[in-house]
Every structure is written in C-alpha cells, then in structure tokens.
C-alpha cells in the first residue's frame, strides 16, 4: 500500500470509519471511474486544486464528476484570485500526486469547498491517494471530515 492511500486510510479511521477502498484500473476521467465502481458519473467527487495568487496555497474543490469548476465563481468563492496548482506545489501541499489527490489525507489542512451537488446522493466515490483506487463515503461524512464549505462554484 503506498505512503498517500496509507495516509486517506488513516484519515478515514481517524474519523471513526471502516474505509472501503477499491482498486479500480486506471481512472482517467470521473466516467471512467464510475464505470469501475458502476455508479452515476456525478457520484464521482473530483479534487480539483488550484492556486491562490494571494495566499500562495492550495485551495481544494470537491466537485461533483459531470460538473465543472468555474474559475471565476471559484475565485469568488476563494476570495481571492486563482491560478494553475501545478504538479510540484499540489505535491509538496497535499503529499498526493495529480490524478491521485484524496479529499482526505493531507500533508496539512487544506481549505476546501464542496459542490452541492454531491449532497444529493446517498454516497459518492473520491480518490484513496492513487490513480488506481477510490473509496466510498456519505457526502455529508465526506464534507465535514475534509472540512469542505458547500459553496456553487461550478458551470
């Protein structure tokens, strides 16, 4: 089990869950992760990170998998404007690799918004820490343990 999945999983107990991670072949896009676990595409919470201009940090938004983040609404929402999160600064400020970030499991505590949209369903599907494995949650659950402020940022 890799260091990141280890760190989701020990965010979830930490919580008082029994994690139920699910290896899935590579997950490129959100459908091709709700074909593997075989739910609705927004069931799918993608991580989305973005820079802030001002602050300097990763900013993380759960977003609903057929949804988009509008950048102007997430700036708005921020507070701040927003830029591209790359490769290194999602790495060093997350400790996950893009294509794997987890809404849980960070190196440090992140701010977090969350689309309502996913608080439509019972449960959702976000990634464990890798390209390769998912877990299911209650988006209520998944809000307050990442801490995430519902807020309509997507087009």
Known sequence: MSKSMKRVRAALE?????????????ARTAQDA???????LDQIAKSII???KESGEAILFLTAGGNRVDEDK?????????????ATLVRQQTGF???????VGHLAPIRAYIDPRLLDFDEIWAAAGTPHHVFRVSPTVLKRISNAQPSDFTS
């Open 14 to 26: 930490a919580a008082g869950l029994t994690p139920d991670i699910q290896e899935t072949s590579l």
């Open 97 to 103: 690799a893009i294509g794997g970030v987890a809404p």
């Open 74 to 86: 997430a700036a708005a929402t921020a507070g701040e404007p927003l830029g591209k999160a790359d």
């Open 50 to 52: 973005f820079l802030g």
């Open 34 to 40: 709700a074909d593997a676990v075989g739910c609705a």
